[in-house]
């Protein structure tokens, strides 16, 4: 049986790597039911209970910031429970929903824990160390799997009434405790953010990216489009030149080729595999960046900026996150080519793309695609079909896989043009602007859409009680996430260590829980 439970747990291993697999949904319940119920000698049973439990956490996506209770850890539990029992798909049911919430818990603490490596990050990117910078960032990234399967092992020894009685005696607020603090960690990410962007020049759109979210429930793609809209108006980006254009310019020999275009694309898949609370995505970013800093960065110093400049807070929708780093890349190209080049526009440049195109990627893939695919994948494994996972994964993955690598392609080819000819313009101020105003639009409406937290007390008294949460929404929704966002931004100004602040912050959320203070 022991043969059978390290079949089992890779199974859970090779769900919870899928942050080195591009989010390609090789992890869910339809996939990894049918392979639990191979393992136990019933893979149809295992089709129709994968296929079971994907109905109902259809819907169960990692969305920005947002934990979601872990379908892998709890589909392969309970699909593996409930044919070790015989029992059928009642019991996967009835298992898999505890078991995904206490998996979410630990999943949640290693997104804290994970926030601790980012100032060996920062010591590796100063050293210009991209090898054991490279090296954390997969090391990091293995910690999920490997903690998630000794969980899934532990459990598998344990059995199901083991289990159940476990998950019953975890207090309440100890899970409550977790979340509230992981949500106030990504304050320090925006803070960190606004540190480099946030000037009384560009403050303004800060506030006005706050409005549209807080006030009018604007979605991120809309506030991104309209900074366009008021970059393109406000910016002048007449009179001064123009871009040049000449048909007869001679075009710089690239230092870059396709091979390392491809580098890119293929490191993307493991843009996730180190997410924290804090920073997210950053160091998946510049991880996937260093096959082109190391071609066109010989130095040392060189690649201790390059790695530095993107080691800042970075989240978008992975699946739109290679047409960024193609950008990225001709930007760090041109950089490289010329002194003159304004090396903190990258950075804006990625700020401003980040919001708008996780709103159009996300809505596509996970609102649309996914839909699509498991509505027929689900239909078929009903009926206990192998075609339908399957078919779940292609319709998925081919157009996922497709358009990962035509946007990185699209947007090194097409920055790099643009660059080229933008060189020596005045342009590239107007455009920095502009870039600078969407991206500040898109971090001021991140706090009140991606920080969930509330105040839960009430004031007066003998049945006049008012929520104290409805007062400040009248005053402002999204005000707590705002006021904790300018509170780490002037921590970080007067030189507070982001490591206290990280801790702080926990704390806070924590202690606020407990105190029934902050939800």
């Known amino acids: 049986m022991i043969a059978t439970y390290i079949l089992i747990t890779l199974v859970a291993v090779f769900g919870h790597s899928e942050d080195f697999l591009g989010t390609s949904l090789l992890s869910r319940p339809l996939v990894l039911g049918p392979l639990v119920g191979l393992i136990l000698g019933d893979p149809v049973q295992g089709i129709v209970i ?52 206490l998996a979410e818990m630990i999943l949640s603490g290693l997104f804290i824990f994970r926030s601790g490596f980012n100032a060996r990050f920062a010591h590796f990117a100063e050293e210009g160390d991209f090898r054991k910078f490279e090296r954390l960032h997969v ?45 106030l960690l990504p304050a320090l990410g925006f803070a960190l953010l606004m540190n480099v962007m946030f000037n009384n020049k560009v403050a303004p759109y800060f506030f006005l990216g706050f409005i549209l979210s807080s006030y009018l429930q604007m979605p991120m793609i809309a506030i991104g489009g309209l900074g366009i809209v008021l970059a393109l108006i406000l910016g002048d980006f007449k009179g001064q030149g123009g871009v040049k254009n000449d048909s007869n310019e001679i075009e710089e020999k690239p230092l870059l080729s396709k091979k390392d275009i491809r580098a890119v694309f293929l490191r993307s898949f ?68 010329s002194q003159d080049f304004n090396a903190d526009s990258i950075n804006t ?57 035509k946007l990185a392609t699209i947007g090194y080819d097409q920055g790099s043009r643009f660059l080229q000819r933008l060189s020596g313009s005045a342009l590239m101020d107007s455009l920095t602007h502009g870039a600078s105003i969407v991206g500040l639009m898109v971090v001021g409406a ?18 006049t ?29 007067k030189n507070v260590k982001v490591a206290y602040l990280l801790l702080g912050l926990l704390t806070l959320g924590f202690v606020g829980s407990m105190l029934n203070v902050l939800a």
């Open 465 to 493: 009680e008012v929520a104290l949460q409805s007062v400040l929404d009248q005053i402002a929704p999204g005000l707590i996430p705002l006021l904790l966002t300018f509170l780490v931004y002037y921590l970080l100004k």
């Open 50 to 101: 994968g296929a079971t439990l994907e109905l109902i956490f259809m819907g169960n996506i990692k969305v920005g910031a947002a934990i979601p209770p872990d379908v892998i850890t709890g589909g392969v539990l309970g699909t593996a429970f409930a044919l070790l029992s015989g029992k059928g798909a009642s019991v996967a049911l009835g298992l898999a929903v505890p078991i995904s919430i």
């Open 270 to 337: 493991a843009l996730e595999a180190n997410f924290n609370f804090e920073t997210c995505q950053n160091t998946g970013f510049a991880f996937s960046l260093i096959p082109v800093l190391r071609k066109i960065y010989k130095k040392p110093e060189q690649m201790a900026l390059a790695l530095k400049r993107h080691l800042q807070f970075f989240n978008t929708s992975p699946y739109g996150s290679t047409l960024i780093l193609g950008i990225a890349a001709a930007m760090e190209e041109s950089n490289a080519k």
């Open 349 to 405: 440049v990625k700020s401003g793309l980040m919001g708008p195109l996780a709103g159009v990627f996300d809505s596509l893939f996970w609102g649309t695609l996914k839909v699509i695919a498991a509505g027929i994948g689900v239909s078929l494994a009903l009926e206990g079909s192998f075609v339908g996972p399957v078919l779940f994964v292609l319709i998925y993955n081919v157009p996922n896989i497709f358009l990962r690598y």
């Open 139 to 183: 090391f990091s990234g293995l910690l999920k799997p490997l903690l998630m399967g000794l969980l899934v092992f532990l459990a598998l020894q344990l059995g199901a009434e083991t289990m159940k009685t476990f998950l019953d005696k975890i207090p309440a607020w100890v899970n409550q405790g977790l979340q509230v603090g992981g949500n």
């Open 446 to 463: 991140m706090p009140p859409l991606l920080m969930s937290v509330s105040v839960p007390l009430e004031i007066g008294s003998n049945g």
